[in-house]
């Protein structure tokens, strides 16, 4: 019979190299589907041998065991088409070159090799005249798409997406979908299973064409593109959603913490309106001491109460009230005390509220605040550290430059009396710098009154004492007369630190109460710090330090006008190495006699070093500042000196002479004269008084070096009973004397 030479008889030799996972599938279906490929294609596909590196090594059982070689050459150059899936670059170029060599055709799945090679391979198999194919991607195992050979050559990559209608096969249960069901708005089957990439797009339809008409297949091809209308709107505006939502966060955080408003409430008051359900309520009583100033406050909050009672007799309700003091006085108790007592609107704010980074925001927060207190008249308003806004206008200012903090006292300046003023609203306002306010701020129809809050006397502090130590468990035998007596100079503010550094100290001690002693040293503690019985001192400082401050007291207890001693110490405190406590006659006028005599006590350390050692140390230089500065005002300032006579060079607007004095050369000259004379006859006074009495300076000195700390008792035994009465004991013997003729 003779042999048929159609195509149906005709067969291909088939060598695959790798029998791995994707390998051993494509065996298995060459193997299966040979009989289909035959009746469609006209050609039997025979795999005859797979190339392997370990024939004996357990693999997929669709893999015929006699069909194992490890000679992969000898596949490669054997066959009529060449399958590698060996992976990998080498060995597998060298295997399909020599593959084109023998005349076979190649298919491969190599994408590394396709990436580094491909222009390489190309031309060699055209060269040899055989066919190059390679795939793109593999789904499950099947080799799906044949890009053409021409398609790496600088071509434009289009995404493709598959579905495989096997679906429900075993080997695709495990598969996902790729795509998001919700963006593509279909139904979870329609979504696709496997995505890859191919070349370009129009080289792939033209060669899938190609070979579904050369294989006579019915498979067809469809393109189709979808849009998500919903979906595509949501990702054009996302980007804005998020840069807008990210600029209101930054406006709101740079407008302070969020607030309603946000960038936008920036012009509004910062003013905090006090209530009274939810803070506690302060009272006069609450205020000790503080007479003067109270009286005054309490015509205001009775203004506020009875406004008729005022108005019906053509009188107007004063615009506002400026309190001046030393800081600590008590100055923003009173005005609390005030809203408490006034039972009335109260706006609380500080100067520096008004202050901001921005030009005009002082002015217009300064609009919106007495807007407010308009709406809610009659009330208070009470600004604190108005100096932060209501400087002199016109001073260490560029010229034409916009200054912020003028245009802000301007507007304060027309809303307290001008034509859109306000009435039934009373502004309260504090500061501890009225010599540097704006003199348009302090007239009359402004700040119709400036109520002085001083320093507290010794009955104000005494009354003081008794309000701080309500709360603190004080001993029995607690004397507060004693305790305002030690205290002079303190404000309301240090009598309360005072109280609290005291309780502090008691339960360092394991006190169950505060005593006398606790006091004491919470009074060092404030006035000269914290005492450091580490300091080292070799034995001629504290010689040195002690007759300095026996000095001190010696020159103090035998002058009349000079400030009787309290305590003294040379255990080193802050930065002293010695200190002594005095207690200082509260004057409220100074003679010359009386000022003499506080410079001869503060230079009495340096004159005991001259007296005892015939040497000076660098120890008096506190006392030489002090007492430079007393000779200094008696001569420029108070007219105490002859030769200078009634003058004062001292300027209440203008304190600081910094470029310019107001006296001459020739004066000036005169002036640092009569400052020296002052100093060292007071030096020289100082030492003939302890040259008379260095036998008790001695003593003093030596129980000093002994004890380290001595008191007024210790000072009565080696000297005697002062000869001049204490200006407390006189004070006290008054009051006595007119509390008898009272009863």
């Known amino acids: 019979m003779a042999q048929d030479s159609s195509p149906a008889q005709r067969t291909l030799t088939v060598g695959v190299l790798g029998a791995g996972t994707v390998g051993s599938q494509v065996i298995r279906l060459l193997i299966e589907q040979a009989d289909d490929f035959a009746a469609r294609s006209g050609a039997r596909l025979e795999v005859t041998g797979v190339a392997v590196r370990d024939v004996n ?36 170029r060298t295997l399909i070159l020599a593959a084109f060599k023998a005349g076979a055709s190649v298919i491969t799945g190599n994408k590394a090799l396709i990436a580094a090679h491909g222009p390489e391979l190309y031309a060699a198999a055209a060269a040899a ?18 890009a053409l050979r021409e398609s790496m050559a600088g071509d434009r990559v289009t995404s493709v997406l598959g579905i495989v209608n096997a679906l429900k096969k075993e080997e695709h249960k495990e598969v996902k979908p790729t795509g998001n069901t919700f963006m593509q708005g279909a139904n979870a089957g329609d979504v696709p299973q496997y995505r890859f990439e191919l070349g370009d797009l129009s080289n792939f339809e033209n060669r899938f064409d190609q070979i579904v008409k050369d294989n006579n297949l019915s498979t067809t091809r469809e393109n189709k593109t979808e849009q998500n209308i919903f979906g595509d709107l949501l990702f054009s505006i996302l980007p804005f959603i998020v840069i807008i939502g990210l600029w209101i966060y930054i406006m709101r955080r740079m407008a302070g913490g969020g607030g309603a408003g946000g960038i936008f409430s920036i012009g509004k008051s910062k003013a905090r309106v006090f209530d009274e359900k939810k803070e506690t309520r302060v009272t006069f009583q609450d205020v000790a001491g503080l007479e003067g100033a109270k009286e005054e406050v309490q015509e205001i909050v009775d203004f506020l109460k009875n406004p008729d009672k005022y108005t019906s007799l053509g009188g107007k309700i004063p615009r506002g009230a400026l309190l001046v003091g030393p800081p600590g006085t008590g100055k923003t108790l009173l005005a609390k005390a005030v809203a408490g007592e006034a039972q009335v609107p109260f706006f609380s704010l500080s100067g520096s509220d008004f202050v901001e980074m921005f030009v005009g925001v002082g002015a217009s927060r300064v609009r919106d605040l007495f807007k407010q207190a308009k709406e809610k008249s009659p009330c208070i308003i009470f600004i604190d550290e108005i100096d932060a806004i209501g400087r002199a206008r016109g001073k260490n200012v560029l010229t034409g430059a916009n200054d912020e903090r003028e245009n802000t006292l301007n507007q304060l300046l027309t809303e307290m009396d001008g034509f859109g003023s306000h009435t039934n609203v009373i502004v309260l306002a504090a500061t501890n710098r009225a010599d540097i306010l704006d003199k348009a701020l302090m007239r009359a129809g402004r700040f119709d009154r400036q109520i002085y809050v001083e320093l507290p006397n010794l009955n104000e502090r005494k009354q003081i ?24 100079g303190f404000s309301g503010a240090d009598i309360a630190n005072v109280c609290n550094e005291a309780a502090l100290i008691a339960a360092r001690k394991g006190k169950t109460a505060v005593s006398k002693q606790e006091f004491l040293d919470a009074v060092d503690r404030i006035v000269g710090g914290l005492e450091k019985k580490t300091k080292i001192l070799t034995p001629e400082e504290r010689k040195t330090i002690a007759f300095h401050e026996a000095g001190h ?24 190495l010695g ?13 010359t006699e009386q000022i003499l005599d506080e410079m001869c006590a503060a230079l009495g350390g340096r004159a005991a070093e001259k007296v005892i050692f015939d040497k000076i140390s660098t120890g008096a230089l506190s006392d030489l500042e002090k007492v430079t500065k007393q000779a200094r005002a008696m001569v420029t300032i108070y007219g105490l000196n002859d030769k200078i006579g009634n ?8 304190a600081d002479y910094s470029f310019t004095k107001p006296y001459s050369e020739k004066t000036a000259h005169l002036i640092d004269e009569e400052i020296s004379k002052i100093i060292e006859e007071q030096y020289q006074r100082a030492i003939d008084i302890l040259t008379e009495n260095k036998d008790k300076l001695t003593t003093l000195a030596n129980l000093l070096l002994e004890r380290e700390v001595i008191f007024r008792e210790d000072l009565e035994n080696i000297f005697g ?9 006189i004070i006290e013997e008054e009051e006595d004397k007119s509390s008898e003729v009272v009863s």
């Open 647 to 654: 003058l004062t060079y001292y300027d209440s607007a203008q």
């Open 721 to 729: 009973k002062r000869k001049f009465k204490d200006p407390h004991d």
């Open 553 to 576: 007291a010696t020159v103090s207890w035998l002058l009349e006008h000079a400030a009787p001693l309290v305590k003294v110490t040379i255990v080193p405190r802050g930065q002293s």
């Open 129 to 146: 005249g055989t066919d190059f194919y390679y795939e793109a991607a593999v789904a499950g195992a099947i080799p799906v798409v044949y």
């Open 57 to 92: 090594a357990p693999r997929d059982v669709s893999v015929p065991q006699d069909l194992l070689t490890d000679d992969a050459t000898a596949v490669a150059t054997g066959n009529d088409l060449v399958i590698e899936l060996i992976g990998g670059i080498e060995p597998a």
């Open 579 to 591: 200190a002594a406590w005095y207690l200082p006659e509260e004057r409220q006028i100074v003679r």
């Open 465 to 488: 004492f008794e309000v701080h130590l309500r709360p603190i468990k004080t001993a029995e035998t607690l004397d507060i007369d004693f305790l305002a007596k030690q205290t002079p």
